[in-house]
């Protein structure tokens, strides 16, 4: 298969996405929250662009059903029930329940999927997981890496490179690729026995950590350790069983 | 010093360059053209957002004393009395003149330098002198990789790499760096060796190659091969004497 990976968002919504299979990643931390929702048995996560769509979002499903989750540069949006922790969702906060999210970087992304076959939310911790799904559709894939803020992150390449060394190992499945996709492989297989440290000493894991969320970063660069598979099915992340 | 670099246009628009040393690279070729047409003899290269602006420039300056070079997606520009082969920039075509420059990455970005203290232009094949300038000045470095139509490219990025790397090892400057410099410095020592074939298999590399530029392609990935420093004086980029 043919492997394109985009570092930002920007240059992504020029892509063609026809007949192809899209992974969305946002290792810090939309990408790993959405896992833990799922894992602590929320119904689904639907990504919205901003606090005002995920208000009408929830006056439409109605409160009970729902939780609204998301921040603005890291910190909780006011009167959200939650802010982008993974630990924040556990199955007290969102289980049976559907989880308006928005964040700054990762979740606007998906609005932007819909002429794509088949879209994932993908992160470390989820990386094997989201592969299998890949290698079996065996459709050209587009990685997304949100990046910050149109700026490019370390760490969200180096879960593309993870991905892609993934496809490449364990599947044989990648052909041909992009530009970015080879310096993402290239970054992950130099920084693989030191994955942690160099998310942590990143700029955007250093943020974090300035606001108090050093343990959300450890968690995030966990590789498989939440595995579950977010696929999007009408505007909704859900798991996939297949 | 502190070295922020930009893997495209984009995010350096964003960039707070005030006090600071901005180098510009476009490897293929508007940084490798530069650095042949003043090395043949021009007066300077004066970047231009477009051809309407390239030809306003021209009428203010005469005809005489000018050359329009540029293209759009590789191709010369219909009218234009060069395209954008560092080979086309000969003494007899450009001596004593100035060129007025248009490309599709490149040039624009000059623009946006403004705040800049100082603005250079960097390819591989100017690498050391460009180096020798930023560390003798000792301020904080932006690193403004032209990519390709807002998207990321492998030989810009290697580029930035490079100049980091001598920063680092011939001068000890480098102290603080951003994720994309780190990626560079990254990409550029595990290629180092490889550097040529590494550019020529590139997006860019092989489109300029199917369009008949593979000699250029070739000639910009020589390190040091076009010893002269471009800096901007006026909107101008001359050769730097100091």
């Known amino acids: 298969m043919n492997i394109e990976l985009y570092l930002t968002a920007v240059p992504f919504s020029e892509a063609n996405l026809e007949n192809k299979a899209v992974v969305v990643v946002d290792v810090l931390r939309s990408s790993t929250s959405v896992c833990a929702a799922l894992l602590a048995g929320a119904k689904g996560v639907i990504p919205t662009d901003g606090p005002g769509e995920a208000g009408e979002m929830r006056s439409r499903l109605g409160g009970d059903n ?14 959200f029930d939650l802010g982008n922790s993974p630990s924040e969702f556990t199955e007290e ?5 559907f989880v308006i999210m928005t964040t700054t ?30 290698a079996q559709s065996d459709q050209d894939l587009v990685i997304a890496c949100s990046g910050q803020q149109g700026n490019f992150s370390i760490e ?15 599947y044989q499945k990648a052909k041909k690729m992009n530009d970015a996709a080879t310096i993402a492989l290239q970054l992950y297989q130099n920084n693989v026995s030191i994955l942690r440290e160099t998310i942590e000493k990143g700029e955007h894991g250093q943020y974090l950590a300035s606001l108090g ?22 505007g909704r992340l859900i798991k996939d069983d297949n």
């Open 66 to 79: 729902t939780v609204l989750a998301g921040e603005r540069n890291g910190v909780r949006i006011d009167n």
């Open 93 to 97: 906060a969102v289980g049976g329940k």
């Open 105 to 134: 970087n990762g979740t606007g992304i998906f609005k932007k999927t819909a002429k794509a076959e088949l879209v994932l939310s993908g992160g470390l911790v989820n990386a094997s997981k989201v592969v299998e799904k890949i």
């Open 156 to 170: 969200d390449t180096l879960c593309g490179g993870l991905l892609i060394d993934l496809l490449a190992s364990k």
């Open 213 to 234: 969320f050093k343990n959300d970063v450890s968690t995030a660069t966990l590789i498989d350790s939440m595995p579950v598979r977010p696929v999007l099915r009408d």
